[in-house]
T-cell receptor, first 113, second 113 residues
Framework: QQQVKQSPQSLIVQKGGISIINCAYENTAFDYFPWYQQFPGKGPALLIAIRPDVSEKKEGRFTISFNKSAKQFSLHIMDSQPGDSATYFCAASMMGSQGNLIFGKGTKLSVKP | KAGVTQTPRYLIKTRGQQVTLSCSPISGHRSVSWYQQTPGQGLQFLFEYFSETQRNKGNFPGRFSGRQFSNSRSEMNVSTLELGDSALYLC????????????FGPGTRLTVL
């Protein structure tokens, strides 16, 4: 049972454009939602994270939007750059099991120059 | 501050053998989680350790085990290797048990022939 569904599977964006990746979750006990960026041959790197009491969080060019009622959250990458080309994973965890991150399947982003 | 280190980085084993992977968390971090990453199943949680005790366990067979030492370093062991165990094994550390932010190492690429 996949508890976090991520879309799209792949995404091609022009340099300077906005990249949008969406995730939906089922378990209302989730209370922490991070996004990770992974380059080939590397481990995932924490980008930005949000808790359900906040509807939006912004760090530089990265923004998480969170819709608790719809059980959805998304990552927006503004002014996308070729260096942003990587695989992005959304994840979720719940109180008492914070070390257990449940990941989406990933989105491979390609930013064309 | 040095990041999470994992050794070895690459490993080739044959079916039926066993393997031990090592993880050194970020200095001062006391909680360690392990994940398996495959193209088909994505990132899946194996287990989490804190204070030398397993705190959470994912849905993997008993062939997968782990332990944590008093200096917070962790090892995971896979016995009776199967072809399907070929994967990238990732270790992540966090400051304390119950702290959400997890920081991943580069992983150990295990190939089972």
């Amino acid at each position: 049972q996949q508890q976090v569904k991520q879309s799209p599977q792949s995404l091609i964006v022009q340099k300077g454009g906005i990249s949008i990746i969406n995730c939906a979750y089922e378990n209302t006990a989730f209370d922490y939602f991070p996004w990770y960026q992974q380059f080939p041959g590397k481990g995932p790197a924490l980008l930005i994270a949000i808790r359900p009491d906040v509807s939006e969080k912004k760090e530089g060019r990265f923004t998480i939007s969170f819709n608790k009622s719809a059980k959805q959250f998304s990552l927006h990458i503004m002014d996308s750059q070729p260096g942003d080309s990587a695989t992005y994973f959304c994840a979720a965890s719940m109180m008492g099991s914070q070390g257990n991150l449940i990941f989406g399947k990933g989105t491979k982003l390609s930013v064309k120059p | 501050k040095a990041g999470v280190t994992q050794t070895p980085r690459y490993l080739i084993k044959t079916r039926g053998q066993q393997v031990t992977l090592s993880c050194s968390p970020i200095s001062g971090h006391r909680s360690v989680s392990w994940y398996q990453q495959t193209p088909g199943q994505g990132l899946q949680f194996l287990f989490e350790y804190f204070s030398e005790t397993q705190r959470n366990k994912g849905n993997f067979p008993g062939r997968f085990s782990g332990r944590q030492f008093s200096n917070s370093r962790s090892e995971m062991n896979v016995s009776t290797l199967e072809l399907g165990d070929s994967a990238l094994y990732l270790c992540a550390s966090s400051l304390e048990f119950g702290k959400n932010e997890q920081f991943f190492g580069p992983g150990t690429r295990l190939t089972v022939l």
